[in-house]
């Protein structure tokens, strides 16, 4: 992650709570739009991606990163 990221993206997808404290800190003023990924999740019981290569659970976060990118994708076309 480089600060410039900020500027040239319009999301940036954090996966869990030390992901997205690190991501606001480096923000300044860019437009960039910083989305906790369980955020677009709030049925689900864990509110981070868990890290596969501790849990390996790949299944799991493939299920979980699967419904949330459609998530996030319906949210993109409705903002636009």
């Known amino acids: 992650m480089i600060e410039e990221d900020f500027v040239n ?7 869990d709570d030390s992901n997205e ?3 606001r800190k480096l923000r300044g003023a860019e437009n ?3 989305i906790k990924f369980m955020d ?8 981070e991606v868990p890290d ?3 849990t ?3 299944d799991e976060v493939y299920r979980l990163i699967d ?4 998530v996030l ?4 076309i409705e903002e636009n």
């Open 40 to 47: 677009l999740l709030p049925d689900e019981q864990v509110r």
């Open 73 to 76: 994708l319906k949210q993109i």
């Open 67 to 70: 419904l949330g990118t459609e």
């Open 32 to 34: 960039a739009k910083i």
């Open 52 to 54: 596969p290569y501790y």
């Open 56 to 58: 390996g659970n790949f």
């Open 9 to 15: 993206f319009d999301y940036i997808i954090c996966m």
């Open 21 to 23: 404290l690190n991501l």
